[in-house]
């Protein structure tokens, strides 16, 4: 069971304006994206690691051999799309 509200994917109010430049704002824009993509992963995977390594669940190895399924293929690739959509989403709306 999951009690955690579900929060909205993209920020509200004016657009921050870093440079002179929109093209350089969007590319900003993209990379503080996946800056904060690669933050809260990092945090989520070093939390997993801790408390698999705690409980003597998993070695080390076992991350490395590990070769996915088809079908998490296919949920993997999806959420790179959806990810991708989403640090895209700054052209996106400058181009439409």
């Known amino acids: 069971m999951n009690d955690k509200p ?9 657009k921050p304006n870093y440079l002179n430049d929109g093209s350089i704002d969007n590319l900003m824009a993209m990379i503080m994206t996946l800056t904060q993509e690669i933050s809260v992963l990092r945090d989520r995977i070093d939390t997993l690691e801790r408390i698999l390594e705690s ?4 070695l080390d190895e076992e991350f490395n051999e590990f070769i996915p399924s088809d ?13 991708l959509e989403r640090v895209l989403l700054p052209i996106k709306k400058e181009l439409e």
């Not at 579900?6 to 004016?14: D, I, M, N, Q, S």
Request: glycine share 4%; no cysteine; aromatic share 0%.
């Open 6 to 14: 579900k929060l909205p994917r993209v920020a509200k109010g004016k």
């Open 55 to 58: 409980k003597k669940i998993i």
């Open 71 to 83: 079908d998490l293929e296919t949920k993997r690739k999806n959420r790179r799309h959806a990810l």
